[in-house]
C-alpha cells in the first residue's frame, strides 16, 4: 500500500507519495534512478484525464514516439586521455548565467500535478541555478510565482484576440521580474488530441488559469469536445503572424524568443524580425503531427541562425546523453517539459529538484567520458547522425 499525502479535495482524486510500506509496516522509498521513471507513477497517482493531457500527442502521436527515437539514432565519437578531473557546464543564457544549459519549458496548469503546481517548479529551478520559463496557461499567477523568491524566469506567452489583454499579460511579466518572452507561434489552432477528446477535458473546477482571473478568461467551460480546445477556438488570435512579433516589440523591451520554428526558412524570417533567440519546438508533439522530431529539426535550423541569434531546444530530452546531442548539433541549451510534470505528480517539489540533478549529474558524466570539459568543447565531431551512418 502507499501512503496518502494528497491535498487535494478527495472528491477529485487522492494522491500518494512515492513511498511504499514492507510487510513490517516501515516505509520505503522508491529508488528513482532516471528521469523517465517519474511517468509510470505519475500515471499511477494522477486522474487519467490529468494525466493523458499531459502525456499524449496529436492524432496519431507518430512524433511523439519520434521525439524520443531521433535521439538513439545518434551516436557518439568519444575523445580519449583528456584531463576531466573538472568540468565546466555553466551556460550563458540571453546574457544570464546558469548553472548548465539546461531549463525548464512552460508546461500548463501545474497544479493539476500537484497543489504546489508552479510554486514548486519555480522554487526547483531557482535552487538548481537555471531558468524556468512559466505558461501563460499556468495555475499560478506571473505575481505569485514571482513572491517565490528569486530566480531568472521567462514567461511564455499565447497572443490573445484582445490585444489590450496581451499587452497588460506582458507588462505584469516585466513588473514581476520576468527576464524573456518565449512568444509560442505553432498555436493558431489547436492540434487534434484524441485523448483530450474522448476525456472531455477541462479544467478541474477548482483550479483557474490564474493569469487570466481577473478578465473573465480563466475559466474553461466543458464541452462535448476538449474543453482546452473550445477555449483557444474562443480566444486565440489566429491572424498572428510576423508583423506580430514586432508589434510585441513595439509594447516591451524585454527579449523575445520565438518558440515553435521547424524550418532554415523560419528561423530566418525570425532573425530578421527581431527574435532574441529561436526554440525548436514542435508542442511536445502536440499540434501536428508528423512533423520531424526537434532533435532531427536542430541542424537545418541552427545553420540557418549562422551565430547571429541562440538556438535553444524543446522536446524530448529525458537523458544527460540527450542534452550533449543537442549541444553537439549546435542549440545553445534544452528545456525540458514533461519530466517536470511527472515529477511534480510524483513528488512535488523534491522531484523536480532530483530530475534537473539526475539530467545535471548524466550531462556531466557524458561530457567526461567523451572528453569535453566545458561547453565550448562539445562539437559536431563528437556525434554521429544516421545521415553520417
Known amino acids: ?41 505519475a500515471k499511477e497517482k494522477l ?16 512524433t511523439l ?41 512552460p508546461t500548463a496548469m501545474q497544479k493539476m500535478a500537484h497543489p504546489d503546481g508552479e510554486y514548486a517548479t519555480a522554487r526547483a529551478a531557482s535552487a538548481a541555478g537555471t531558468i524556468m520559463t512559466l505558461s501563460s496557461w499556468a495555475t499560478s499567477s506571473v505575481e505569485e510565482v514571482a513572491s517565490t523568491g528569486p530566480g531568472i524566469r521567462f514567461f511564455q506567452l499565447y497572443v490573445y484576440k484582445d490585444r489590450n489583454v496581451v499587452e497588460q499579460l506582458v507588462r505584469r511579466a516585466e513588473k514581476a521580474g520576468f527576464k524573456a518572452i518565449a512568444l509560442t507561434v505553432d498555436t493558431p489552432r489547436l492540434g487534434r488530441r484524441e485523448a483530450d477528446i474522448k476525456n472531455r477535458f477541462t479544467l478541474p473546477p477548482f483550479l483557474t488559469l490564474k493569469n487570466f482571473e481577473g478578465l473573465n478568461l480563466g475559466k474553461m467551460d466543458k464541452t462535448d469536445d476538449s ?16 508583423k506580430d512579433v514586432k508589434w510585441l516589440q513595439s509594447i516591451t523591451s524585454l527579449p523575445i524568443l520565438v518558440k515553435g520554428v521547424l524550418t532554415a526558412e523560419d528561423a530566418s524570417l525570425a532573425i530578421q524580425n527581431g527574435a532574441a533567440g529561436i526554440i525548436v519546438s514542435n508542442h511536445g508533439a502536440r499540434q501536428l503531427d508528423y512533423v520531424p522530431a526537434t532533435i ?3 541542424e537545418e535550423v541552427v545553420k540557418s541562425a549562422q551565430g547571429r541569434v541562440p538556438v535553444f531546444l524543446d522536446g524530448g530530452v529525458r537523458r544527460g546523453t540527450d542534452v550533449f546531442k543537442a549541444l553537439a548539433l549546435g542549440a545553445s541549451g534544452v528545456f525540458i517539459g514533461r519530466p517536470v510534470v511527472f515529477s511534480l505528480a510524483a513528488e512535488g517539489e523534491v522531484g523536480v529538484r532530483k530530475v534537473l540533478q539526475m539530467l545535471r549529474d548524466e ?25 553520417r551512418l
Open 296 to 298: 532531427t529539426a536542430l
Open 65 to 105: 514516439q519520434e521525439n524520443r527515437e531521433a535521439f538513439s539514432r545518434i551516436l557518439f565519437r568519444p575523445r580519449i586521455l583528456i584531463d576531466v578531473s573538472k568540468i565546466d557546464m555553466a551556460a550563458t543564457v540571453l546574457g544570464f548565467k546558469i548553472s548548465m544549459p539546461i531549463m525548464i519549458a
Open 47 to 62: 486522474p487519467k484525464m490529468v494525466y493523458d493531457y499531459y502525456a499524449s500527442g496529436a492524432e496519431d502521436e507518430w
Open 227 to 242: 474543453g482546452l480546445a473550445s477555449y483557444v477556438a474562443g480566444q486565440i488570435d489566429r491572424s498572428l503572424s510576423w
Open 1 to 41: 500500500m502507499r501512503r496518502l499525502c494528497c491535498r487535494f479535495p478527495l472528491s477529485y482524486q487522492p494522491f500518494d507519495c512515492p513511498e511504499v510500506f514492507s510487510a513490517s509496516g516501515t516505509c520505503q522509498r522508491m529508488e528513482i534512478t532516471n528521469v523517465m521513471e517519474y511517468e509510470a507513477i
Open 363 to 387: 550531462f556531466e558524466l557524458t561530457m567526461a567520458l567523451s572528453g569535453c570539459v566545458s561547453l565550448k568543447d562539445i562539437t559536431r565531431n563528437h556525434i554521429i547522425t544516421s545521415s
